[in-house]
């Protein structure tokens, strides 16, 4: 039998039959890639985005930093989502101002894009039960 432990508890006596294994809980997805590495090849980001579009994807991020600086100024550079969520609107506005600036210089294009990939990304979070990107905060 089992002796005292240090601070003066008796020791349970050690069990004689196993507890059943559990079966693991599925983490929920933190991205819409697949953890499968060769279903993963099947998303090709920068061979297949980056790649194709490197100058409209530097536009649409110069975009992120040209809103960051109108809606969140002085602070550092995130979308915050509830300042402006009339994505679907917006794209239209900026599809028939394609080819031309906007009133503050930058181009309906480049904004049409940010819009269209921000309606998107929402889409497939509210779809899929992801989480918020690191780069977005909900206001």
Avoid at 110 to 123: G, H, I
Wanted: glycine residues 8%; neutral net charge; contains cysteine.
């Amino acid at each position: 039998m089992p002796g005292p432990s240090p601070l003066g508890l008796a020791r349970a006596r050690p069990r004689d039959h196993k507890v059943a294994a559990r079966a693991p809980v599925a983490a929920p997805p933190t991205s819409m890639l697949p953890a499968d590495p060769a279903e993963r090849k099947t998303f090709p980001m920068g061979t297949g985005l980056l790649d194709y579009f490197p100058d409209a994807l530097a536009e649409a991020a110069h975009i992120s930093f040209i809103g960051n600086q109108q809606h969140n100024p002085g602070q550092p550079l995130h979308w915050a989502r509830g300042k402006s969520m009339d994505h679907a609107d917006c794209i239209i506005r900026h599809f028939l101002g394609r080819g031309t600036l906007d009133s503050d210089g930058q181009r309906h294009s480049a904004k049409l894009a940010w819009r269209a990939l921000a309606l998107l990304q929402q889409e497939l979070e509210a779809e899929l039960g992801l989480p918020l990107p690191r780069g977005c905060a909900e206001i």
